[in-house]
């Protein structure tokens, strides 16, 4: 049996007060980060084929089916106007298309040709990177993408919360976070889904940082599409050249973002 499918350490939940549920839950999430950093040396190995690729002008892809999928579009989503970089350039593909990220699509996950065909419309090359996420391993969407991609060229990855999966097999560089039973038996968007999470934060703000889209600790190239992010890049500016609000602001204004107003300054 998969690990993800084994039976919850815990019973009767049905029976159990509020505040046991919470305390329960609370306790296994919290051996989530343990089971992440055992797969560092995994996300190392991955990261650094990716970056290479994408200097070279590669792109990131990921690919999953519910919960899985939902995340890798989070991440995806996430990547330009935290990193400033297009809105191509990471890309989150969920078996069902995009109405499956609010309601599920019947049999989506089930198509293992459907996932090459979703990526067609970017043309993908041999400098791209696809990482298949599939919470059992097993998902025949994930598995069938990965195996057109790597017969095509392009870097494969995972992220998998069970050991030995054929998803992991159809990957040069898986990455296996297995978390354990979860606290309701096989409801996979918990401690699994948390795994990916952070797997997947991981990988895309190292792969980030290594491209040059980060300085020092700051997001130097965030897009300022709201007032917080504003503020943010304005505390940065007066952190950065020991100035003024005002003179941030104006600087800020007239270069249009954090990294233009300090090479300006700078230079």
Known sequence: MLTTESSS?????????????????????????????????QIEALVEQIVPRMKA?????????????RLGVVDASECPPTFGVPFDLVVGIIAGGD???RKAVENA??????????????????????????ASGRTPYVIGGLNAARSAGLLTGCVVCNAGSKVASAAEFPVEIVVGPEFLTGSTRMKSGTAQKLALNMISTAVMIRLGKVKGNKMVDMQLTNEKLVDRAVRMIMEELNI??????????EHGSVRAVINAVKS
């Open 109 to 134: 996950e089930d198509d293992s040709e459907q996932a090459w065909i979703d990526m067609a419309e970017y043309e993908p090359g041999k400098n791209d990177t696809l990482i298949g996420i599939a």
């Open 99 to 101: 109405k499956a990220i």
């Open 244 to 253: 003024s609000a005002d003179e941030a602001e104006s600087l800020l204004s």
């Open 57 to 69: 002008g590669g792109r990131l892809f990921y690919i999953g089916a519910g919960t899985s999928g």
């Open 9 to 41: 350490y815990y019973n009767d939940l049905e029976k159990m007060s509020v505040n046991e549920l919470l305390t329960s839950i609370n306790a296994e999430d919290q051996t989530v980060p343990l089971a992440v950093q055992k797969a560092i040396p």
